[in-house]
């Protein structure tokens, strides 16, 4: 676990100084307990007041992450992810080339530690198409989204994780489709007439 962390750690060094500086002082999150499963991976069960809730599969994270990124369409644009866990989904969006960039939104930085504790995530945190979104405020996604007039954007979500903290990520998403609405009223000014339109009936 110590190696993993480390090598981890000084892959994000030379990429992101800052985040790896905020990982590196932070304290490990004790509401978060590690179970190794039947063939030898490892998932995560979050420790909750009524009992524990489980981020992935606790027979098999990595088909499970491969299912999940099975029905996921491919995109020409950047493809934004909420909700990191320990980092199978984001591994998996990155084998099938899921966008021309990706970026990870979570919003604990103790469960981001605990992935680099435990999984190998030295070809996300080295891929230049991807950008992290860790432990921040919501309104800071802004500056890492691409402008409208761009490529497309699109988002998928982990509902394990971002059911832990639901308030959070509904901003998040609320920015995302606001973008993504900006993204298909200049390509389609047509709607936009349209959309106006009903707004002033409305009114």
């Known amino acids: 676990m110590k190696k993993m962390f480390e090598n981890n750690l000084d892959a994000l060094g030379i990429k992101d100084p800052v985040l790896a500086d905020r990982v590196m002082k932070s304290s490990p999150d004790r509401s978060w307990r590690i179970l190794t499963t039947p063939n030898g991976q490892v998932t995560a069960r979050k420790l909750l007041e009524n009992g524990s809730r489980s981020i992935h599969s606790c027979i098999d994270p990595k ?4 299912r999940w990124g099975s029905i996921v369409p491919n995109t020409t644009g950047v ?6 866990g320990l980092g199978y989904t984001a591994l998996e969006l990155q084998k099938r080339g899921c966008g021309e960039s990706l970026v ?5 930085v103790g469960l981001f530690r605990l992935a680099m504790e435990w999984v190998d995530m030295t ?3 080295t891929d230049p198409a991807l950008s992290w979104l860790i432990d921040e405020e919501p309104a800071a996604l802004q500056k890492i989204l691409p402008p409208v007039s761009s490529n497309l954007l699109s988002y998928r979500i982990w509902p394990p ?3 832990l903290y ?6 998040i998403r609320e920015i995302l489709e606001r973008r993504i609405l900006e993204q298909r009223l200049q390509m389609e000014p047509d709607l936009g007439r349209g959309l106006g339109k009903l707004l002033s009936e409305m009114v």
């Open 63 to 66: 088909r499970e992450a491969t």
């Open 79 to 84: 493809m934004v992810l909420l909700g990191f």
């Open 104 to 108: 990870v939104v979570e919003r604990s």
């Open 123 to 125: 070809s996300l945190i």
């Open 161 to 163: 994780v971002t059911a």
């Open 166 to 171: 639901d308030t959070y990520y509904q901003s």
